[in-house]
């Protein structure tokens, strides 16, 4: 079965710090992948998304991830975090095909003046 | 555009009832999809409507169903409600069935079971 892997379960870092989360996906043909974060009491919202092209991908407030297609992974990274960044982030994974997205468990994130 | 809107947005029922959760899409998108959410398994895929027609089906058991109507809300209905189907239920549209749409999600029904 199809299944996206996010290796850490909760992450703690200080303002400022640097952060990356990992996400790894099985393999299944042409992948696209997502990375949604649920901020406290918010709706799931899109931070990023790769289809092709260019591997390193842009989202918004400042994160970016980076589509290894040899280590199926995609993971998120930004360069310094905000106590605002404090959240959960989940990878999701489509293949071709119309299969339905495909969620990690999700990393909680929390940002510690 | 108005977002993804869900009610109720709060349930509280005993074992054994059933229940119906609804879900308004963006005006526009004909595609509509829900999630079960619990701390222990995350996000899980329940099923996709587009145009009044089922695309997909994850592996729940029968007593979740669906459907859509004519206007591309869609409800959800859960029978003989067990202690475990206590959950945030969320939904998602998109315009069509490409699986390079964003998904856009609604704030969720949460199910309490007792």
């Known amino acids: 079965a199809q299944s996206v892997s996010q290796h850490n379960h909760h992450v703690i870092l200080s303002e400022a710090a640097s952060l990356e989360l990992g996400c790894n996906y099985s393999y299944g043909g042409t992948v696209n992948l997502f990375w949604y974060v649920q901020y406290p009491g918010q709706h799931l919202q899109l931070l990023l998304k790769?289809?092709?092209?260019?591997?390193l991908v842009k989202g918004i407030k400042g994160f970016e991830a980076e589509f290894i297609k040899s280590k199926f992974s995609f993971n998120l990274r930004k360069p310094s975090v905000q106590w605002s960044d404090t959240a959960e982030y989940f990878c999701a994974v489509t293949y071709s095909g119309n299969t339905p997205l495909v969620f990690g468990k999700g990393t909680r994130l929390s940002v510690i003046a | 555009k108005a977002g993804v809107t869900q009610t109720p947005r709060y349930l509280i029922k005993t074992r054994g009832q059933q229940v119906t959760l609804s879900c308004s899409p963006i005006s526009g998108h004909r595609s509509v999809s829900w999630y079960q959410q619990t701390p222990g398994q995350g996000l899980q895929f329940l099923f996709e409507y587009f145009s009044e027609t089922q695309r997909n089906k994850g592996n729940f058991p029968g007593r979740f169903s669906g459907r859509q109507f004519s206007n591309s809300r869609s409800e959800m209905n859960v029978s003989t409600l067990e202690l475990g189907d206590s959950a945030l239920y969320l939904c998602?549209?998109?315009?069509?069935?490409?699986?390079?749409?964003?998904?856009?999600f609604g704030p969720g029904t949460r199910l309490l079971v007792l």
């Open positions: 790769y289809f092709s092209g260019d591997p």
């Open positions: 998602a549209s998109r315009e069509g069935t490409s699986a390079q749409e964003t998904q856009y």
